[in-house]
């Protein structure tokens, strides 16, 4: 388990991240600026309603409290490089969704610590394990932020090259993204089978409400539909690999990783329903 958790794991995830990097540029974060009401409605829903949404459910649904940190803590993550494919299969806006991951990611380095740090004192009290605050920020910082710089940098220094990498990497990214979510529950085996009773439910009805509290702010708020769709699925998919990384690695407990590895899982068979849905709506 040390393996998986202190290396393959963060490995993996800044894979993912490097990959995310590859495809971004500096047009990507100018949009935030260029149309700034349909990033900032993306953004709040992220850095508001999720960590919100988590938080009444952590708080009403029955639950151990390992748990209600570990949904908080897959609340706090940004969206996930999947909600970019899954934009493009819906006919969303994948260059607002791609702004939305790159620059949520990169606030993960404040998000992150503020949100989980709160929530074990909040949930578990004298009994929360120590958040190592500083070493959660650089780890975050290294596996987070530094290699989608690294990705970013490739990009503009060889483009050609970096279009024909990343033709590779993205399929490789979501490939290492399935085994990191079934290497920790197998990991957690022991506790998968009990907790999943509890964990299953409430990932899916956390998934299911926050796909539908975006597409009604989005509605409500008129963006164009393309524009509605990237918001909604970038809503209702985290990066549950940095949620399993946080729980295993900087927690040191497998069990605050199961709301993330559960909810990696739901939400690529409710988010590919979304997408496909919407997109033989705008198709017919």
Known sequence: MGIITNVILPLALALIMFAMGLGLTGRDFARVFA?????????????IALPVAAFVLASVWPM??????????????????????????????????ISLTAVISLLAVVTVPLIVGSSLTHFMGQAAPPLPVLETVLQITAIVVVPTALGMLVRRL?????????????????????????????????????????????????????????HSVAAGLRLDRSQRIAVTIECGFQNATLGIVVGTTLLGDVRFAIPSAVYGLIMLFTGLGYSLLVARRQGA
């Not at 149309?35 to 993306?42: C, E, M």
């Not at 570990?70 to 490089?81: D, E, Q």
Request: glycine content about 8%; aromatic content about 8%.
């Open 64 to 97: 151990a409290a390992i748990l209600a940190v570990g949904l908080m803590i897959l609340a706090s993550c940004p969206g996930g490089t999947t909600s970019n494919l899954m934009t493009l299969i819906a006919r969303g806006d994948v260059a607002l969704s």
């Open 158 to 214: 060889a483009p050609a090259f970096a279009q024909r990498a990343g033709d590779y990497t993205r399929p490789l990214s979501a490939a290492v993204f399935v085994f990191v979510v079934i290497a920790a529950l197998i990991s957690s085996r022991e506790d998968i089978v009990p907790f999943f009773t509890v964990a299953g439910p409430v990932c899916l009805v956390f998934n299911l409400l926050m796909l539908g509290i975006a």
């Open 35 to 47: 149309q700034p009401r349909d990033f900032v409605a993306g953004a709040a829903l992220q850095l």
